[in-house]
């Protein structure tokens, strides 16, 4: 599953100055005629109040695309986060072993999701044990390849808040659910917390974690609970719902 999140043109240019430092590959594509190449970023200059991206230039570049100016051309990389990015824009000179681009409108940030994350019943919860403690700790959202979850310490103010920072393993969890009368037990063998989130506004911490190891009988049942909570999801946005 894909989720594009769009930079506006004028934000793009310390990716682009990020791209320059770090000699980041660029899937260089004219438009409607075929011919891809490899290239980097060699710099970002302000001209007569417009800014341009500038590329190395192709070998051959003029004899194999003598109809250069102001082409279309689409750019394409992966950063340091393993992200893929995209953007069009169009030739506007060769000068040297430069290429000049127009800085594009906009860069679309594209990110890719294993696994589809779905809202599950209210009361689901993930327990575990940790320094010492058994946490009791709400879910938000769950997928076949982990969950995110409220800090119990922070959401009700009777206790700290877990030292939970990204890289921590647990152990022996157990999501508790329901489908519809039925309860559900899920045993993880071990999860990695990925992401650790400071909520300002609810003075709340929410924690990703990752499933890293589980049995076959409970990926099983886990795969069960996602349907059974997309279909609720989809029964209650439905406008024919209780009819």
Known sequence: MEFVNRIPGDKTVPVFQE??????????HVLGRGYERLTIVTGVESRDGRVFILVDLPNRFKKDVPDWAGKRVQLEFTDKDRISHSCRTEIHQVEGDDLWLVLPSHLDRIQRRRHF????????????????????????????????????GIRKGTAEPLALQ???????????????EAKVEV????????RVEK??????????????RMSKEGQAVLEQFIYYSQRRLLRKRSPLAGT
Request: aromatic letters at 8%; charged letters at 20%; glycine letters at 10%.
């Open 117 to 152: 994350r779905v809202e599950p019943p209210p009361g689901t919860r993930i327990l575990f044990s940790f320094q010492g403690r058994n946490v009791e700790a709400p879910v938000l959202n769950i997928s076949l390849g982990g969950g995110l979850v409220i800090s119990p």
């Open 19 to 28: 791209l320059q430092s770090r000699r980041t590959p660029i899937r260089f």
């Open 166 to 180: 990204a890289g921590t393993i647990l152990y022996d969890l157990l999501l508790v659910g329901s489908m519809e």
């Open 187 to 194: 045993g993880i063998k071990t999860a990695e917390v990925v």
């Open 199 to 212: 909520i300002p506004e609810t003075k709340r911490i929410n924690f990703a974690v990752q499933f890293s």
